[in-house]
């Protein structure tokens, strides 16, 4: 785009930008910046803060729910190879012009739709003992499984309800439209080749999506770190005992359960790192797209 | 849609038949809450998966009037559109000056807000709650939609930006020629060109909002004032609260986003490729 004529626009940008830059200032950047002086305080979230240097720090990495939370985000992230690969799959399959593709598209947004409280609530009453998946695995196999009552089963829930079943159904209109972008020659050239399903997948769909595919990694990690505690706190209530625990959870029990604002302060520093860490990645796919 | 058409025959009578099988399983969950909320408490206890027999509308009543799911549907239907009316001003207007106007700090100011794109409401939420109470909007509706509009609008403002760059530049240059302000420019021609996008990213703020938790979850101390949103979260931790009724109560409140979906599903679909990411 071209930039010529008239010279710079003096404070009228700024005037634009005011009521934003305000609103940040005051909602992110001041509560980022005072979490990190929080933490190296003991606090709770009114009244004087006491600085006790690197304390908070000592005692959450000799905390066991700190861990827990790390391991826990780690196994949610594992879910996010499975969910990217199911979902370009199906959008492949779609994409051959299966009749209804349509209506299987937007019945499978349905979930994201409704967020992830109602979710949540939905998956608790269908994951119950006498559920019909409990009934249809008593029947198969003589027992039922504990879904939301071992910790074992219950952030793997998460992850595959969260993480692949919820965004299948986003990321099928999102590669859809990625997919219908590619140029039709290349199918055409595929086709005339003699090439199958499986080859014009990896030789065609896949390179030329190759940029939404990274988009998408981006958007399914900043969903794992900082977009689940609504689901969580619906669903589990980041347990049974630690086993849905997760940065966002520790957070939430050490600032507003137990008012040790201080000590949250720690575990903000850390969920920071990782989520400036993937505002940097987002920052720099989007850039690509849109220089 | 028909990219490749490289399935072909009995393979794809195959596909066909397995893609109607994982649309049904995914509609699963939703069918058995569906069909719980018209069974009655003694039904559902012999009759905990198939359709009811004797359906009853006790439990839309019960979960609509005792559990007050009709009053917090109201609470989201205004604070919402109230908060969406902010957010795209903001957005709006932002985006505008980044796609637009020519000022020193523009690229640094763009990567800011960018930057702060995705932090998780949990990593605000302490100091937020204590912006609020300084500034004495603590259980008002109007300290829970500035918090929204702050949080969701750098990803609108992202989307507008983008949009207002791609737009030719002589637009801006031919009214500005003929002395028109900024602000006119703004309202008068990009407005109207902009109302696609504006209606997208008026899809996505309202789904965002419609369905936040933390910030009103720490906000709205009082059950009166909570969004629906909210009261599905805390009726979920009512301990003996039979599941007939929450079911009902969750398809109540299924039913805003469910219309909104029917009546706008073309924006909708344009949300989730504006940028790729949700807000």
Known sequence: MTRRGLSNDGIAPYLFLAPLLLLLAAFILYPVAMNLVASFTEWKGYGPMKWIGL??????????????????????????????????????????GLRGWKAYRAILFIPNLLGPVIIAVVFSIFLRGDGPINLALKWLTGSTSPFLTSPVYAINVVGIVQIVWVHLGFGLIYFLAAMSGIDRSMYEAALIDGAGFWQTFARVTIPSIRFAVEFWVVFSFIEVFARMFSFIYTLTQGGPGYGTFTLEYGIFVQGFAKFHSGYAGAWSVVLFLFCAAISVAQIRVMRRRNP | MRNAQSIRGEVRIFVQIMMILLVLASLLPLYDVVAASFKSGDEFLVNTFLPPNSPIIDNYV????????LRFTLNSLILVPIGLVFYIAVCVSAGYAFGKMRFASRRPLLLFVLFLMIFPQLLLATQVFRVISILNLTDTGLGVILTWVAY???????????YFTDMPYELVEAARMDGASHLRILTTVMVPIAMPMIATIAIIGFQSMWNELPFSLLILQTEASRTVTLGIAMMKGQYGLRVPIQSAALV?????????????QRYVTLGVTAGAVKG
Do not use: H, K
């Open chain 2, 252 to 264: 109540i409140a299924m039913a805003v986003p469910l219309i909104i979906f029917l009546v706008f």
């Open chain 1, 55 to 96: 304390a908070n720090y000592q005692t959450m990495i000799s905390d066991q729910s700190f861990w827990t939370s790390l391991s826990n985000t780690a196994i949610l992230v594992c879910y996010i190879p499975v969910s990217t690969i199911i979902t370009i799959f199906v959008a492949a399959l779609l994409a051959e």
């Open chain 2, 62 to 69: 019960y979960a609509a009037t005792s559990g007050r799911l």
């Open chain 2, 152 to 162: 969701f609008a750098p990803f609108g403002t992202y989307i507008m930006t983008t």
